[in-house]
């Protein structure tokens, strides 16, 4: 068994939580029937290969610094997740996202929706093109803002393994004080959220790395290899 | 890092509030079309207050079928999907996952079917929910439409499932 991470869902500082996170005790179901309830078929999800590149959705190039973040989606077991859905999206260069909901007064970019989508390779692995987004201001609390991040959606192979969550930048002097990132109790579990940089990965002349992996549960195994 | 810590599951944060440019897709609401064997389903996310939850993502799985729906300013979702079907020994039912702005990691709860009485009874996650929160996971049927409201919180508050 290895050691759970997640954040609970009440965590005052994160003021959001306070009307929304349940109050009565979860109830546990077995995991043979509940946990590892297969996951859905995504052939309704449109994917196109161009959808990983964030920087070409538009005529022309998007502010910002251009960066790649790629790594392995994996299971419990540590080995990747083939063919599954990796859904990102962010704020741009400026710190601004293209959804109505933000009214930050910081510029939209013609050039940026911030959105994209893959599936894994036979190994596991995703890339996406895209820009550094910015960090933004928000009213949690008194001059709050928001380390910069990419939001990540994964499905994985279990009802149990569905994941989303968010990927920040090494080095970011506001994930010390931002209470979504904080709600993780153990900083070994916040660490799992930070992208190191990778000069393999990164491009001369174009593009900078981050290499992320993420581990869902749920393991992809047929019951006969388990 | 330590290989127990290496095989960690990546934790959980918020799907925040700007999720709508992103993850809606066209017609993810309808697992299906209409037609025979197809049902509604409708309801509304609420919170602590009974405010509408107007920031949610919701997706219902059953079997093969995948919907997911954003919430409205009512707090309103709803799906279209084929009736839940009766499997290994529980009542048709369909998952139902929340996200939403406030919500660190997900919630999973149950969408079980009002004229299936005797399969509810006989159901091993309806038994395993107190009695008198089961009312919680069970749909009201309006014409051919499933209503069912998920309350985060409160007297009624839905019973949720351990992820």
Redesign the interface.
């Known amino acids: 068994m ?8 009440l ?1 005052p500082d ?1 003021r ?9 005790p ?5 995991e043979e ?3 590892h ?1 297969p ?4 052939g ?3 994917v196109r290969p161009q959808d990983a590149d964030l920087t070409r959705q538009h005529a022309g190039q998007p502010l910002g610094e251009r960066i790649i973040i790629a790594g392995r989606v994996l299971d ?1 077991d ?1 080995r990747g997740i083939p063919g599954t859905l990796v ?3 962010q ?1 741009n260069a400026a710190g601004r ?6 009214q930050h007064p910081a510029p939209l970019d013609p050039n940026f ?3 994209g989508r893959c599936l894994t390779d036979p190994e596991g692995r995703y890339r996406f093109l895209t820009v550094r987004p910015g960090a933004y201001p928000w009213r949690n609390q008194p001059n709050a803002w928001r380390p910069a991040h990419v ?1 990540f ?1 994964v499905f994985g192979p279990e ?2 393994s ?5 990927m920040y930048f090494p080095g970011d002097p506001l994930m010390p004080f931002d209470p ?2 904080q ?2 109790p153990d900083a ?3 660490a ?2 930070v992208s190191e940089f990778d000069p393999d990965l990164t491009e001369p002349e174009w593009a900078l790395g981050f290499r992320w992996d ?4 749920g393991s992809s195994a047929t019951p006969a290899e388990r | ?1 330590g290989a ?20 809606p ?4 609401a309808e697992a299906v079309a209409a037609g025979p064997g197809s049902v509604r389903v409708e309801g509304q996310v609420l ?3 009974g ?1 509408p ?1 107007a ?1 949610a993502i919701l ?1 219902l ?1 059953e ?4 919907a997911r729906c954003r919430t409205d300013a009512e707090g309103a979702f709803h799906f279209l999907a084929l009736q839940p079907a009766a499997r ?1 020994g ?1 009542a048709p039912h369909f ?1 139902l ?1 929340v ?10 709860t149950r969408i079980y079917l009002p004229d299936e009485e005797d399969a509810n009874r006989a159901d ?2 309806l038994e ?2 107190p009695a008198d ?1 089961r009312e919680t996971l069970i749909a009201r049927r309006s014409g051919g439409v499933l209503l069912f409201d998920v309350r ?2 409160g007297d009624r ?7």
């Not at chain 1, 996951?39 to 995504?42: H, K, Q, T």
């Not at chain 1, 993420?214 to 549960?217: D, F, G, P």
């Not at chain 2, 079997?63 to 995948?66: C, K, L, P, Y």
């Open positions: 290895s050691i759970d991470f997640e954040p609970p869902y965590h994160y959001s939580t306070v009307l929304r996170a349940p109050t009565r979860l109830v546990r179901l077995p029937w509940f946990h309830l996951g859905p078929v995504f309704r999800v449109p419990s540590g859904e990102v999206w704020a996202y293209v959804d109505p909901v933000d929706t911030g959105a939001h959606s009802l149990a569905r994941l989303v969550t968010q979504v990132l709600a993780i070994r579990g916040r799992l959220l993420i581990t869902v549960r | 890092m127990e810590t290496a095989a960690a599951p990546t934790p959980s944060q918020t799907v925040g509030p700007f999720f709508g440019f992103a993850l897709f066209p017609g993810d919170d602590g207050e405010k939850v920031d997706e799985w079997g093969e079928q995948f290994a529980q998952e996952t996200f939403a702005r406030g919500l660190l990691r997900q919630l999973a091993p996650a395993a929910v929160r985060l919180q508050e839905t019973v949720f499932f351990a992820l």
